[in-house]
């Protein structure tokens, strides 16, 4: 258990849908952060926030949609996605969002798109 | 191409045996970290080791780190199958962590 939950752990869509990711920290952090795990693929960052405000957007489409309410809440909105983005989304926290921070991770939702 | 880059990808050992694995990474770097993930679940952050550090030991971890040669290993002692998992390095790069792709370790009771 490391503090940062996610919800729901396991999620099928079809391109049509809407539906959005949960993330929240009991940690106290300041920075929270998506990322996406794909087969064979490196740990990619999506969205960073730092203090509530987006520091980054990694070219991510529009169809992935953050939100940051609170320093401890984090959602991303899905709509008319692609099987292509069928993947593990994980959340993350950290104190600050430098490089130099530990970050501590959710177990993800795995998404699966038809 | 990476910013950090774990060799082999993946590795699979009798219960006792020691594990190690690589990461070199290609731009300057003031600190480095390794995580932990079992499958289909959350990373878990295992060490850092700054740059001006050339060994860190965490229980059965052992972490190196050789600016020189833009490298870094992860040695695990005798291994557990417990310990089957993907182990990541993560440099920072551009103000961002970066990733490697994992080296899967495999320990057979």
């Known amino acids: 258990e490391t503090g940062v939950t996610q919800t729901p752990r396991h999620l099928v869509m079809g391109m049509t849908n809407k539906k959005s990711l949960k993330c929240e920290q009991h940690?106290?952090?300041?920075?929270m952060y998506w990322y996406k795990q794909s087969a064979k693929k490196p740990l990619e960052l999506m969205f960073v926030?730092?203090?509530?405000?987006?520091?980054e957007n990694n070219s991510v489409p529009s169809r992935f949609s953050p939100e940051c309410p609170n320093s401890s809440h984090l959602f991303l909105h899905l709509h008319t996605l692609q099987p292509e983005d069928s993947a593990l989304y994980l959340c993350?926290?950290?104190?600050?969002?430098?490089?130099?921070?530990?970050?501590?991770f959710g177990p993800g939702t795995r998404l699966l798109v038809l | 191409s990476q910013q950090g880059e774990e060799d082999p990808q993946a590795l699979s050992i009798q219960e006792g045996e020691n594990a190690t694995m690589n990461c070199s990474y290609k731009?300057?770097?003031?600190?480095l970290q390794w995580y932990r993930q079992n499958s289909g679940r959350g990373l878990v952050h295992l060490i850092l080791?700054?740059?001006?550090?050339r060994e860190k030991h965490s229980g059965r971890l052992r972490v190196t780190l050789d600016t020189s040669k833009k490298s870094s290993s992860l040695l695990i002692t005798a291994s557990r199958a417990a310990d089957t998992a993907s182990y990541f390095c993560?440099?920072?790069?551009?103000?961002?962590?970066?990733f490697g792709q994992g080296t899967t370790l495999q320990v057979k009771p």
């Open positions: 993350a926290s950290s104190q600050e969002s430098t490089t130099q921070e530990t970050q501590y």
């Open positions: 940690l106290g952090h300041n920075a």
């Open positions: 926030y730092n203090f509530k405000e987006q520091t």
């Open positions: 731009t300057s770097i003031n600190n």
């Open positions: 080791i700054r740059s001006n550090e």
């Open positions: 993560a440099t920072p790069h551009t103000g961002k962590l970066i």
